[in-house]
């Protein structure tokens, strides 16, 4: 039985910690995966989790990869649960530098709005009647929170590299002379990167591998499922070996690798062929009864239904609950081309009208 903070050994300078789910019942925070690596003279964290407790395991974790005189701290993402401990970047002794991605340090900075907005979006279909204090209190479990540092910078202040892997072309930015590459996805969220290890042939999906359907405000489908595929491609061609991400608390290896992500891209495409189904598309068998009515689509019900479509289908991701179910919902109503008619909270949703635009006015006119 694991828990959080035990250290999985992958070779003998590379250390998965583990993270824990979250329950918010029981008042507790997720805590993220993270990997401890040695480049060189370098040690590498990747993600710093949140909780005193993570910490005291990041800290053990250093230990286990032998002698380092540097160190290079890499956020994958700005979420709450990778973050809280990223000040440890000036608190180990040596010179060290730590990179976050731009687009998620407004984020990082306001936390709460972010989950607010997060929030206030769902609603409705999550029959979610304090949105803001929602928010509050999830975001009071992560604590200290500690996303910056004196060493702070950002991705984007490096020049941009094509960094290239086998057969597959990426964007990103190299550390310790090319060891660790770090790999723009922006799926999950804005700013998400993804980070490959050379040496073990370690590639950290961190949370792009969270479940088929991404449930952020800020997450792009199809960047998701483009990832996901290029991280098969990199398995079958041999350029990684073993596949870790932020919460499922697996090293997969080979072929479990490749199985796992084609499995994940399967789930996604049934998801929405369900969701369709669930929005009464024409020509679809699914059953849309209690979710479309007159031409259109009650969220509250569609996010219901979605749910046991979810069960139905084995879709879990890390926080399998009925509040991130309702914001994968309303993510594929709106992969699905519906728009709510209007700002009330219980608006339906449906299909923008395709007309023709008006001819535009000559040049000079009026």
């Known amino acids: 039985m694991t828990a959080l903070g035990d250290l999985i050994e992958i070779d003998d300078r590379t250390v998965l910690v583990r993270g824990q789910e979250l329950d918010l019942g029981r008042g507790q925070p997720d805590v993220a995966n993270a990997l401890v690596h040695r ?10 989790g949140v909780t005193e407790g993570f910490r005291t395991a990041l800290l053990e974790a250093t230990g286990r990869v032998g002698s380092w005189s540097r160190a290079l701290v890499l956020t994958t993402h ?21 990179c976050v991605p731009a687009p998620d340090v407004a984020q990082m900075r306001d936390p709460l709005g972010y989950w607010v907005r997060a929030f206030e979006r769902v609603a409705g279909p999550a029959a979610l009647t304090d949105p803001a204090g929602t928010a509050a209190r999830v975001v009071a479990l992560f604590q200290p929170m500690r996303p910056f ?3 702070t910078r950002t991705y984007e202040e490096r020049p941009p590299e094509q960094i290239r892997i086998g057969p597959i072309r990426f ?11 770090v790999l723009r996805s922006q799926g999950h969220c804005a700013g998400h990167v993804i980070v490959h290890l050379r040496d073990p042939g370690v590639l950290h999906l961190s949370d792009e ?12 489908q199809l960047k998701i499922q483009t990832v996901l595929g290029s991280a098969a491609v990199l398995f079958e061609a041999g350029e990684a070996g073993l596949l870790t991400d932020g919460h499922t608390f697996a090293v997969r290896r080979g072929a479990e690798a490749v199985s796992h992500l084609d499995r994940l891209l399967s789930q996604a495409a049934a998801l929405q062929e369900a969701g369709l189904g669930l929005a009464g598309e024409p020509g679809d068998t699914g059953d849309a009864e209690g979710a479309r009515t007159g031409g259109r689509v009650d969220a509250s019900a569609f996010t219901a239904r979605f749910g046991r479509a979810v069960a139905d289908l084995g ?22 081309g519906l728009r709510p008619e209007s ?3 219980d608006a339906p949703w449906s299909r923008p009208p395709l007309r023709n635009p008006s001819p535009a006015p000559p040049p000079g006119a009026g």
């Open 315 to 336: 879709i879990g991701g890390a926080n399998p609950n009925a509040l991130f179910t309702a914001m994968m919902a309303v993510n594929q109503l709106r992969e699905l």
């Open 149 to 151: 540092g004196e060493t």
């Open 343 to 345: 700002d009330a909270v």
């Open 39 to 48: 480049a060189g003279d370098t040690l590498v964290l990747v993600d710093t």
């Open 209 to 220: 591998g969270n479940g088929p359907c991404g449930a952020m405000a800020d997450a792009d």
């Open 171 to 181: 964007t990103g930015w190299t550390f310790a002379d090319g060891a660790v590459r």
């Open 78 to 98: 700005g979420h709450l649960d990778h973050v809280g401990n990223n000040d440890l970047a000036d608190r180990l002794g040596v010179p060290a530098e730590h």
